[in-house]
């Protein structure tokens, strides 16, 4: 049974910082691609970061210079810190897995977290 449970979301205000923590069990980390998402009320899911699993890390552009995604395979987890937080990055955060592949996309992840709550006040 694969296991993705997500943790360290809360309320901050803008400018603040959260670390999101994504621990993983059934599966070995390092020989998947694993990745973050986010849902805003009323928007689509979208693609924040992830690592496929060469251990590359991969960042939509509203993430680029603010999030950092890292992976620490003793825990089998995968981390998100945010750094800079606005307004708009308030959403529901997800981790999501899948076998690794060759060529990265944000498509085919199977397994998902219940995710965990980022609110960020202005």
């Known amino acids: 049974q694969v296991l993705l449970v997500e943790s360290g979301g809360g309320k901050v205000q803008a400018g603040g910082s959260l670390r999101l923590s994504c621990a993983v069990s059934?599966?070995?980390?390092?020989?998947?691609?694993i990745a973050w998402f986010r849902q805003a009320p009323g928007k689509e899911r979208e693609f924040v970061a992830g690592?496929?699993?060469?251990?590359?890390?991969h960042y939509a552009d509203s993430a680029k210079g603010r999030f950092t995604i890292s992976r620490d395979d003793a825990k089998n987890a995968v981390d998100l810190q945010m750094n800079s937080l606005k307004a708009e990055d308030t959403a529901i955060y997800y981790c999501?897995?899948?076998?690794?592949?060759?060529?990265?996309?944000?498509?085919?992840?199977?397994?998902w977290g219940q995710g965990t709550q980022v609110t960020v006040s202005s």
């Open positions: 690592k496929d699993w060469n251990n590359f890390p």
């Open positions: 999501a897995l899948r076998p690794g592949r060759d060529l990265w996309g944000i498509s085919g992840f199977g397994f």
């Open positions: 059934g599966r070995t980390v390092s020989a998947y691609d």
